[in-house]
T-cell receptor, first 113, second 114 residues
Framework: AQTVTQSQPEMSVQEAETVTLSCTYDTSESDYYLFWYKQPPSRQMILVIRQEAYKQQNATENRFSVNFQKAAKSFSLKISDSQLGDAAMYFCAYVNRDDKIIFGKGTRLHILP | KAGVTQTPRYLIKTRGQQVTLSCSPISGHRSVSWYQQTPGQGLQFLFEYFSETQRNKGNFPGRFSGRQFSNSRSEMNVSTLELGDSALYLC?????????????FGPGTRLLVL
């Protein structure tokens, strides 16, 4: 069975600094998708970034980028120029063509002013 | 376009009761998924509905059931509530069932079982 592991339950970063959230997963599939979702306090969960496993190029969305290492089964999220509004719970998620989405347990990110 | 809505937002029930939660997806979205979120277990997939049919199911007991209507609205039912069912129940919708699709989440229904 596929699993998703986020080894950092909580992290803190100074405003304007860069932070990297880690995510590893276990699968025997070659075709799958990876996501980072953000859940701000008392607000709805939203998609941050998505990566297709068949693409070697790392996905980027403004200040958010990923480091996708397929062989190592690693999918970390880098947030540059951290802002107060980035404070949230971040979930890494995996899905393949035949299965349901699997989420990691999340990393709570604190932004220090 | 309105987002995913869930009702009620908060609910308090006692053990043994049953509860029904409702989810209205974004207009045009045909897939609805349900998740249970707890501090200990994180986000766990309950089930997915597409075109009024359950397409996928997580590892939850039969007390958890759902359905989807022709307008894509979905309901989730939990019978014989247990204390451990206290959680935030999230609903998410997407246009189709393609794995690469973004899921749009509702605000959740917070259920407390006493």
């Amino acid at each position: 069975a596929q699993t998703v592991t986020q080894s950092q339950p909580e992290m803190s970063v100074q405003e304007a600094e860069t932070v990297t959230l880690s995510c590893t997963y276990d699968t025997s599939e070659s075709d799958y998708y990876l996501f980072w979702y953000k859940q701000p306090p008392s607000r709805q969960m939203i998609l941050v970034i998505r990566q297709e496993a068949y693409k070697q190029q790392n996905a980027t969305e403004n200040r958010f980028s990923v480091n996708f290492q397929k062989a190592a089964k690693s999918f970390s999220l880098k947030i540059s120029d951290s802002q107060l509004g980035d404070a949230a719970m971040y979930f890494c998620a995996y899905v393949n063509r035949d299965d349901k989405i699997i989420f990691g347990k999340g990393t709570r990110l604190h932004i220090l002013p | 376009k309105a987002g995913v809505t869930q009702t009620p937002r908060y609910l308090i029930k006692t053990r043994g009761q049953q509860v029904t939660l409702s989810c209205s997806p974004i207009s045009g979205h045909r897939s609805v998924s349900w998740y249970q979120q707890t501090p200990g277990q994180g986000l766990q997939f309950l089930f997915e509905y597409f075109s009024e049919t359950q397409r996928n199911k997580g590892n939850f007991p039969g007390r958890f059931s759902g359905r989807q209507f022709s307008n894509s609205r979905s309901e989730m039912n939990v019978s014989t509530l247990e204390l451990g069912d206290s959680a935030l129940y999230l609903c998410a919708s997407s246009v189709t069932r393609l794995p690469q699709e973004t899921q749009y989440f509702g605000p959740g229904t917070r259920l407390l079982v006493l």
